[in-house]
Nanobody, 125 residues
């Protein structure tokens, strides 16, 4: 049993920053890869970023590379997504998810074992 709860979303102007948090509870967290996805209205859920169990490896979608940073604090059972230089096209519901494996490439939603409820990020122009 794993529960993931996202927080930190909100409304921000283009060029601004937000930091999303995903707190995990239940089963062990430290040995699992974590991912962030996002989904805009009418669009498919898309991969954003991934991090391996100890934070030593990360991978980003081309659309966010250089602007977003994924990190984790296993002592706090939390994964973060620091979002800088936000653009209106970043507007979406952001979801964190837990996976059994990490890979240097975009993950697909079916590869995820657990999902959070999502947090809304809205970037105004």
């Amino acid at each position: 049993q794993v529960q993931l709860v996202e927080s930190g979303g909100g409304l921000v102007q283009a060029g601004g920053s937000l930091r999303l948090s995903c707190a995990a509870s239940g089963r062990t967290f430290s040995r699992y890869a974590m991912d962030w996805f996002r989904q805009a209205p009418g669009k498919e859920r898309e991969f954003v970023a991934a991090i391996n169990w100890n934070g030593g490896n990360t991978y980003y979608a081309d659309s966010v590379k250089g602007r977003f940073t994924i990190s984790r604090d296993n002592a706090k059972n939390t994964v973060y997504l620091q979002m800088d230089s936000l653009k209106p096209e970043d507007t979406a519901v952001y979801y964190c998810a837990q996976a059994a494996v990490f890979s240097f490439g975009p993950m697909s939603p079916p590869d995820m074992d657990y999902w959070g409820q999502g947090t809304q990020v809205t970037v105004s122009s």
